[in-house]
Structure formats: C-alpha cells, structure tokens
C-alpha cells in the first residue's frame, strides 16, 4: 500500500480481505483527521507504523501479526478503541500499551497469549477482551491499574483460579472455558458493582458463598459437576443457569430468598426430586428449563406468573389439571419425549394463554376425547408439534392434530358430545353464557409478549 497523499481529509478508511501483506510507514502519516482505521483479514505480519495521532479506533482483526512493540502505538493518545483479534500474539507487556493514555476498549481475543505482565497503565480503560488464548496465570499486578474496568472476560484460557485485586468498578466478569476447580468469593467480597459473572465450562463440584456478591443479577455455571444447589444466593439473581451440571434435588430451601429470579435453568441434571411449591417464593419467574432430567410428573405449585416451561425428556406419564391450574400466564409448554398417553380437557381449558406446545415423542392413545382436545387447541389458536399415535394398533403412526382418518371415526361421538352440550346450555342459558364470554376474554383479549 503506497500514501494517500490526495486524501487529506480522509476520516475513515476500511481495507478488507485484500490479501494486504504489508503497509510503507509513511502510508497514514499525513492523514491527520483520519479518525478510524479498519484493516481487516488481510496477512499483515505487524502493525502499521507512524500512524496519525487523531487516530481514535485501530482494528486489525484477523491479520498474522505476532509482536507488539511500544513504537507500534507512539502518539497514539487519541486512540479508544484497540482490537488484535485473530493473530498470532504470544504475550502483552505494559510497556507496549502504556502510549494509549485514552484506551477505552482491548479486544485480543483468538491469540496465542501465554503470559501478561502488569500493571497495565490503562486509566480509562472500560472493556478488555481476552478469550481463547493460552493464559495459565494472570499475575496479581496485572489488574490494579485498571479502575475504570467495567467489562472483563477470560474465557476460553488454562486459567485455575479467578484472578484476584480485581477492579471494584467491574460490573462484568467472564470465566468460562477454564480449569477453575473453587472460586473463592472472599476474594472477591469488594466487587459490590459486580452483576454478571460467567462460570461455565469448568470444573466446579460446588459454589458456595457468592450471597457475598450482593448487586449480582446474573450467574451462569452451566456444564460443571456442580451436585447440590448452592446453599445461598445473592438474593437481587434474576438469572440463574445450572443446567448441564449432576443435581439431584431441588427443595424449598434453595430458592426462598430470591424473589427477584425469572430465568432458571435446571436441564440436563439428574433431577428427580422436585419439592412442591420449591420455587414459590420467585414471584417473577417467567422461564424454567427443566429438560433431560428424571421427573416422574410435573413439578406441583410453580409459580403463577410462568410463561415458558420445558419438560422435554423426562419421564411423565400424566398431566393432571392440579399441576398446570395456576399456570395462567404461561404461552409455552414443551412436553416433548415423555411418557404421555393422553391429554385431560380441564388441564388445557385452564390454560388461557397457551400459544405453543410440543407433544412430539410420546405414545399418544389416540381415542376421541384426543380429537376433542384437538378442538379446544384449535379454538385457542394454539400452535401445536407432534402428537403421533401408539395406541390404538390401527391408528399407529397418525397425527390425532392431523389426521382424517381418525377425525371421520371420531364424528359420530364429536356431534353427540356438541348436542349434549347444546341441551345444557338451554337448560341454563344465563350461567353458560357468561362463562363462555369470560373464556373468550381469556383467550383472544392477549398480546404475546
């Protein structure tokens, strides 16, 4: 690439996939309004020397640069905005940096980093990416510089332990795809900004004491081997993932702080004890996974206020209107790979707002009355998947949702059961009218969120 020279008041220049291998040092020199500099999946091998000092955002993603050298960033004191990702950097020193007094943002994710030397001399700096390399150790001076670090991820390292004299003004901390075996939360006890951490993929038998991280809304520590809930949470939770962990039981006591939860997620566990009433205290809980575990029936007492729950591949026979009854909010009901044969019409009339269901997986009996829930679905305008026979012999491999052949043995008993219905609707005209009108209310009167 040669200079710009009739490009003086260039701002922004973008170079992609150009197969670029190198840049002459004098190429950006007289460009002095250039603001952003984007040079993207080409094979440069270091970066671009004598760069503009009105320079506010480098990205060099996807190049094969290996060194960093301090003369790299010399006058770069307008610079906010750093990203290295996807080159072939094996180690990051202070001194490198230190020229990027307004740095706000380091993304060096996809390197190969095998040691960091601190402190860095980052005062601004606000998010720091460095996922997938090959960090071991995170010195303790590393960090300490950064006290206005908000957003902080390591995931994807060799890292054993969460690196301590964190930055009180995280709010932000990612550690997923490591080898941490405990997190020790008093070493972290002055994070009292933080409110999402990300603990996935390591090896974690247990998490307790994190009721030490009081502002903390999210946790996720799915894919452990994490056997019993941890005892206390920070009760402010409003997400919690555990599943993918070996959890066996799950009881009232585990959950009667954290009022403020609406998203859990316990699927693909071992659960086969689920307490009644267990998650009655989250009085805004509004999505609970419990796929791939080992119920034997539908958890009783969930919280009113459900609009989303998963019970694929467990092993329930039944559903019983005692279990779904105050599910009034709920839109969603994944029932998929279970052991259910047949459909109580009372369970689904009290499900208002019910737009989506999936029944695909389970030995359907397929008699009339399955037609007839068929109708009160359609009435509904619910959206329904699966629903093949096993049973009767001759019905094997029908859809009861699709099929004609079993709508047309059903019609006789369909057009009894409707002028059944019509002599007790004359019988009582005032009380059946004004039920069918609050159903309608229920049923159509809704947005779904």
């Known amino acids: 690439m040669s200079s710009f020279t009739r490009m003086l008041a260039l701002e922004d220049f973008v170079l992609m996939a150009s197969g670029t291998e190198s840049v002459e040092n004098d190429t950006f020199k007289t460009l002095s309004t250039l603001k952003t500099l984007e040079l993207w999946k080409n094979k440069l091998r270091q970066v671009p020397r004598i760069l503009p000092a009105s320079l506010e955002v480098l990205k060099l993603n996807d190049n094969s640069i290996y060194v960093l050298h301090r003369s790299d960033f010399e006058g770069l004191k307008e610079l906010k905005i750093l990203e290295l990702k996807n080159n072939l950097i094996s180690s990051l020193s202070p001194s490198t940096l230190s020229p990027l007094v307004s740095l706000q943002s380091l993304m060096v994710d996809d390197n190969r980093i095998e040691s960091v030397a601190g402190p860095l001399a980052l005062p601004h700096l606000k998010s720091m990416s460095m996922e997938n390399n090959r960090l071991h150790l995170v010195p303790a001076s590393f960090l300490t510089s950064l006290q206005s670090l908000q957003f902080l991820s390591f995931s994807g390292n060799f890292l054993t332990k969460i690196p301590i004299n964190l930055p009180k003004s995280l709010l932000s901390l990612k550690m997923e795809r490591n080898r941490l075996k405990v997190v020790r939360f008093r ?32 946790l996720e520590m799915s894919q452990n081997q994490v056997q019993m809930l941890p005892f206390r949470l920070p009760a402010r939770l409003q997400k919690l993932d555990i599943s993918d962990n070996l959890i066996q039981r799950v009881t009232a006591q585990d959950f009667q702080d954290l009022r403020d939860l609406k998203h859990l997620f316990l699927d693909n566990n071992i659960v086969s004890l689920f307490e009644a009433g267990a998650l009655q205290m989250c009085s805004q809980l509004s999505n609970l996974a419990l796929e791939q575990n080992l119920l034997l029936s539908i958890p009783l007492r969930l919280p009113g206020t459900l609009a989303r729950l998963d019970l694929k591949g467990n092993a329930i026979q039944d559903i019983a209107e005692r279990e779904l009854k105050d599910l009034k909010q709920l839109q969603v009901l994944n029932l998929r790979n279970n052991k259910i044969s047949a459909l109580d019409l009372n369970v689904l009339e009290g499900l208002p707002r019910l737009r989506h269901l999936y029944l695909d997986g389970n030995p359907w009996n397929c008699t009339c009355s399955l037609v007839r829930a068929r109708e009160i679905l359609k009435a509904k ?18 859809s009861w949702m699709s099929s004609k052949k079993i709508m047309r043995q059903c019609e006789h008993h369909l057009q009894l059961t409707e002028k059944n219905k019509e002599t007790k609707k004359k019988s009582k005209p005032e009380e059946h009218s004004s039920i069918r009108i609050n159903m309608d209310d229920d049923y159509y009167d809704y947005e779904i969120d």
Do not use: F, W
């Not at 006890?189 to 090896?203: C, M, P, Q």
């Open 381 to 398: 305008g619910t959206d329904v998947r699966g629903g093949q026979c096993a049973a009767p012999a001759e019905q094997q491999g029908e």
């Open 187 to 218: 070493d972290m006890k002055h994070l009292e900004n933080l409110s999402h951490l990300y603990l996935s993929a390591n090896s974690l038998s247990s998490i307790d004491g994190a009721q030490i991280l009081a502002n903390l809304t999210t």
